[in-house]
């Protein structure tokens, strides 16, 4: 949203979260002996707002109907379909799986969280199909909600002395990171694989737009349009999952944070109170 502000394109909630904003500054300059529970109130209505913002999507997936492929127009849409690849393929670092898109990563265990040291990703423009048609998808922007592919860990209880293939190894020395720590066990390290291949069946939710590549499909209404991030609609979402586990995911996030926010929204009103010896 703040770079859709920096592009020229405010949005309300940009809007609204300024005027918010400027409210809770002019109460802490009026009010500087509650700045602890001011600011803590403020962090909790900020993480309220983010919250209900993660929830958008979930109102979008539960009232969608799921169309077909040949009656798409421009705007938002859902719909699903199976892969058809554009030629070359890239060939996925950890399963060796051909595909259209891959994310890899590397991770480590660092205070009971997982923390990521090496990253990758490649991806490209492919089609979608379904039984009335096929249309462009560019996936750059969207929100991959993906199975994975591979995962690999290392160290923990039943990991200490594992063996770790050749390439994996690889990815380890490129981190700059050691396998073996004290006595010569494997230390925690989680390799995790996402990938998008061939003949894969999607839902995605997105934005039809006009097509901007000179890539041709069937000849008919389809070779004009294609779907990828829109301009004025945030919801780009691809996955390999059902329309109500992608759903399910996105609410349980959206909800957490809210919680989180209401927590310290009543957790500042508690420590306002408590310096006015309210409680």
């Keep these: 949203r703040f770079l859709e502000c920096f592009n020229g394109r405010i949005t309300t909630d940009i809007i609204g979260l300024i005027i918010f904003s400027a409210v809770f500054l002019f109460l802490l300059f009026a009010y500087g002996k509650y700045f602890e529970g001011l600011l803590i109130i403020f962090f909790g209505f900020l993480f309220i707002f983010q919250g209900f913002s993660l929830l958008k999507p979930t109102e979008l997936i539960d009232t969608r109907v799921t169309s077909k492929i040949r009656s798409l127009a421009m705007g938002i849409v859902e719909t699903k379909g199976r892969v058809v690849a554009l030629k070359p393929l890239f060939t996925a670092p950890f399963s060796k799986k051909e595909c259209v898109y891959y994310y890899a990563k590397l991770e480590t ?43 690999y860990e290392i160290g923990g209880p039943t990991g200490l002395i594992k063996q770790l293939p050749k390439d994996l190894k690889a990815w380890l020395d490129e981190a700059g990171r ?50 990828r991030s829109g301009s004025n609609e945030e919801t780009y979402i691809i996955s390999n999952k059902q329309k109500n586990q992608v759903s399910s995911k996105v609410g349980k996030e959206g909800w957490k944070i809210v919680a989180a926010g209401c927590f310290l929204v009543l957790f500042g009103a508690y420590v306002i109170l408590n310096n006015i010896k309210l409680l």
């Design 178 to 227: 050691k396998q073996k720590g004290l006595l010569g066990l494997n230390k925690p390290f989680r390799f995790t694989e996402t990938c998008i291949c061939p003949n894969d069946e999607l839902y995605v939710i997105g934005t039809v737009a006009e097509n901007e590549y000179d890539i041709k499909n069937d000849g008919t209404h389809l070779d004009k349009i294609m779907i």
């Design 109 to 151: 265990l660092e205070h009971d969280k997982w923390i990521v040291v090496k990253n990758y990703a490649e991806t490209s423009l492919f089609f979608l199909k379904d039984d009335t048609g096929k249309i462009l998808v560019d996936p750059v922007a969207a929100d991959k909600d993906l199975i994975p592919s591979f995962t």
